[in-house]
T-cell receptor
Framework: GAGVSQTPSNKVTEKGKYVELRCDPI?????LYWYRQSLGQGPEFLIY????????DSGLPNDRFFAVRPEGSVSTLKIQRTERGDSAVYLC??????????????FGEGSRLTVL | AQTVTQSQPEMSVQEAETVTLSCTYD???????LFWYKQPPSRQMILVIR??????QNATENRFSVNFQKAAKSFSLKISDSQLGDTAMYFC???????????FGGGTRLMVKP
């Protein structure tokens, strides 16, 4: 596709349920990033993939959060036993290169997760 | 660890006027990139302008320019001839050696009034 695609756009779930959020990056982009944006705040880094491997997962808040990118393209962010504090917009971004500080990340429109 | 601070939660400006958004950051690195991203209600972050720390010349993109003061660790965004479509959240961001991973500030909500 022309841009970064994220599904679902909105997800409402109940506390304790399992959730998957999907990101389809721009074709050919090797680096993929997940961010979490709480209401009224700036995005916070969660995890970054270079190809299929997680190059940096230091931003994942706890072991309920996990992300995969098995074929180096589409990525899935998985949240187990959701809590109300997980409610946020989850942003995905991709870029052509990594490790060279070229700068620009291309963002999707995010998935808004609401945990009741 | 890097930190990025935006001290203005909200700003407003009249259409066609000029407005400046402030940003300060803290890092021990010498080579890095700084960015301003715009986030309209659609939620999609859009790159506005980028500055490379080793370049002394301030970046300019049409109506958008920056005032980069490396010693003061300050990186402000000036929007000239403000347009209604500039209404959005603006985020200052830092990228160091760790690939393109960005550290964002808390954002400034800009309202352009007709």
């Amino acid at each position: 596709g022309a841009g970064v695609s994220q599904t679902p756009s909105n997800k409402v779930t109940e506390k304790g349920k399992y959730v998957e959020l999907r990101c389809d990056p721009i074709s050919g982009h090797t680096a993929l990033y997940w961010y979490r944006q709480s209401l009224g705040q700036g995005p916070e880094f969660l995890i970054y993939f270079q190809g299929t491997g997680a190059a940096d997962d230091s931003g994942l808040p706890n072991d309920r959060f996990f992300a995969v990118r098995p074929e180096g393209s589409v990525s899935t962010l998985k949240i187990q036993r959701t809590e109300r504090g997980d409610s946020a917009v989850y942003l995905c971004a991709s870029s052509l290169t990594s490790g060279k500080n070229t700068g620009e990340l291309f963002f999707g429109e995010g998935s808004r997760l609401t945990v009741l | 660890a890097q930190t990025v601070t935006q001290s203005q939660p909200e700003m407003s400006v009249q259409e066609a006027e000029t407005v400046t958004l402030s940003c300060t950051y803290d890092t021990s690195e010498n080579n890095y990139y700084l960015f301003w991203y715009k986030q309209p209600p659609s939620r999609q972050m859009i790159l506005v302008i980028r500055q490379e720390a080793y370049k002394q010349q301030n970046a300019t993109e049409n109506r958008f320019s920056v005032n980069f003061q490396k010693a003061a660790k300050s990186f402000s965004l000036k929007i000239s001839d403000s347009q209604l479509g500039d209404t959005a959240m603006y985020f200052c961001a830092f990228s160091g050696r760790a690939g393109n991973m960005l550290t964002f500030g808390g954002g400034t909500r800009l309202m352009v009034k007709p």
